[in-house]
């Protein structure tokens, strides 16, 4: 029940800017943000394997089945869908590193999405630690464990992971349990 959503906020008033004030706006974002992130795992994955594959159904089956109709269907649903967003997004940066996308750039990129999702929400939260990571890792690890010589050191990584990590600290500064929620 936290309500810390900046940037689905964001994106709801630039919606609602661009195309009317209406729920069903986010609703289609919501439905179009689940295919455009189904096609490009999809994409990711026939060009990592080097064809395509019927286990690809697998994307769109997980992100557009019949159980995502209640998410679909309302539209504050944009708070999670943008977090879970910005984790695939990350995914599919770390997936291609190397292979399409250099290390480098697959860091900056995750690091970003690191740095963005505790403005998605306490949904977007559980995920940072994971994601922030890598960035980190990649700045600080020797060359021998990371396998990529341009990495080390790299101030951009470096500050995207403790910045994702020190927003994760901030958005807890002020916070309040939910008091009509049952003690456990």
Same mark, same amino acid.
């Not at 500064?173 to 349990?177: L, T």
């Given at each position: 029940n936290e309500h810390r959503v900046p940037i689905p906020r964001l994106i709801f008033l630039g919606l609602n800017g661009l195309f009317s004030v209406d729920m069903r706006v986010t609703m289609y974002f919501d439905v179009v943000l689940a295919a455009a992130l189904s096609a490009a795992m999809?994409?990711? &994955?026939?060009?990592l394997r080097g064809r395509a594959s019927a286990a690809d159904a697998f994307f769109p089956l997980v992100f557009l089945h019949w159980g995502q109709a209640p998410n679909l269907l309302w539209g504050w649903q944009l708070? =999670? =869908?943008a977090s879970v967003a910005l &984790?695939? %997004?990350a995914l599919l940066a770390i997936v291609r590193a190397g292979a399409n996308l250099s290390v480098q750039? &697959? *860091?900056i990129i995750t690091g970003i999405c690191a740095l963005l999702l505790p403005l998605c929400g306490a949904n977007g939260l559980g995920m940072v630690p994971a994601l922030a990571i890598w960035p980190l890792a990649l700045a600080l690890l020797p060359q021998v464990w990371t396998g990529n010589p341009g990495t080390r050191h790299d101030r951009q990584m470096l500050l995207l992971g403790l910045g994702a990590l020190a927003l994760t600290a901030v958005y807890f %500064? *002020?916070?309040?349990?939910v008091p009509y929620h049952p003690k456990s």
């Open positions: 999809i994409l990711t &994955a026939a060009r708070q =999670f =869908f &984790a695939c %997004v750039k &697959a *860091g %500064v *002020g916070w309040e349990p």
